[in-house]
Nanobody, 126 residues
Framework: VQLQASGGGLVQSGGSLRLSCTAS????????VGWFRQTPGKEREVVAA????????YYADSVKGRFTISGDSAKKTVYLQMNNLKPDDTAVYYC????????????????????WGQGTLVTVSS
């Protein structure tokens, strides 16, 4: 499967962005998806994840209440709605996918995923 991440950009603190991760390939309904972010010199960290049925989600503590992950299986797209953005949210955001029945609790590590998108830059100005 191939993943295409999009939707990044420059936004002021307190603003919103919606990232999209669109997949190509068969049997997309079997894949769980995670969003990760990375800044220079730091490890890639999980932001949110959603299971393949779309009925279970995981959020990093730093984004709970501000970010929402959701999926549209017909469009083979997973979204990350980001509200009340802060300068600390500035990073390159990546989406990743894994064909799995595991619950999202097992999908908080970058090592859990098999496929990665190319990344989209989010810059939040203060």
């Amino acid at each position: 499967v191939q993943l295409q991440a999009s939707g990044g950009g420059l936004v002021q603190s307190g603003g919103s962005l919606r990232l999209s991760c669109t997949a190509s390939g068969p049997q997309w309904s079997r894949y769980a998806v995670g969003w990760f972010r990375q800044t220079p010199g730091k490890e890639r960290e999980v932001v949110a994840a959603i299971n393949r049925r779309g009925d279970s989600t995981y959020y990093a503590d730093s984004v709970k209440g501000r970010f929402t992950i959701s999926g549209d299986s017909a469009k083979k797209t997973v979204y990350l709605q980001m509200n009340n953005l802060k300068p600390d949210d500035t990073a390159v955001y990546y989406c990743a996918a894994k064909q799995t029945i595991l619950s999202v609790g097992y999908l908080a590590s970058a090592d859990s995923y098999d496929y990665w998108g190319q990344g989209t830059l989010v810059t939040v100005s203060s």
